[in-house]
């Protein structure tokens, strides 16, 4: 079975901002910054167009460095982005979060069709990703292999006197070794 990775505070952020329940809790003090320094990075970059412009707002504004600036940037565009220009990794990786959340709590509400069929499709979902641990034997050829005591059946030359044909060899590596002896 899948676990499902840590979060990040990218998909915390993004299931409580997309979480449309009344009763959500409340984001810890320093994801609530993060995202207000997200959405206004997001404000930014819709007036002036471009995180090159930006960069200096953010690093003055909050005191931080560029680099952190351009990581709160990336992330305000792609929470503030529409669904369809997510990586297909990500959106795969949100709903197996979301599926597995949904499963669990079918469960526990003792709907178990509807947590049945939310197995099914994490199933399906996990297909698609390509699961490594199932291996597909379908695309394997498996090599035939024959198992005989005399090699003349498989047209090699029969081996009826192996001392002679490891003298044979040994002489040819120009040392002889007598095969009862310990060397």
Known sequence: ???????????????????????????????????????????????????????????????????????????????????EDWDPKHNRHLLWQWGWKMMFECRTEKDYDSAAKFYRQLC?????????????????????INIV???ASLGFKSTTDVDKMYEKYMTKKKKVIPIGSAE
């Open 149 to 151: 005591a005399d090699p």
């Open 1 to 83: 079975m899948n676990t499902l990775p840590a979060e990040s505070n990218f998909d915390r952020i993004l299931s409580w901002y997309m979480d449309k329940d009344d009763k959500k809790p409340d984001l810890p003090d320093k994801l609530l910054q993060e995202l207000k320094r997200w959405e206004q990075a997001n404000l930014w970059l819709e007036e002036w167009g471009g995180s090159i412009k930006v960069v200096p707002l953010m690093t003055e504004k909050y005191g931080y460095s560029p680099a952190t600036a351009y990581r709160d940037i990336a992330n305000a565009k792609k929470l503030f982005s529409k669904q």
């Open 124 to 144: 399906v979902l996990n297909q698609k990703d390509g699961d490594p641990d199932i291996p597909d034997f379908s695309r394997n050829h498996f090599i035939q």
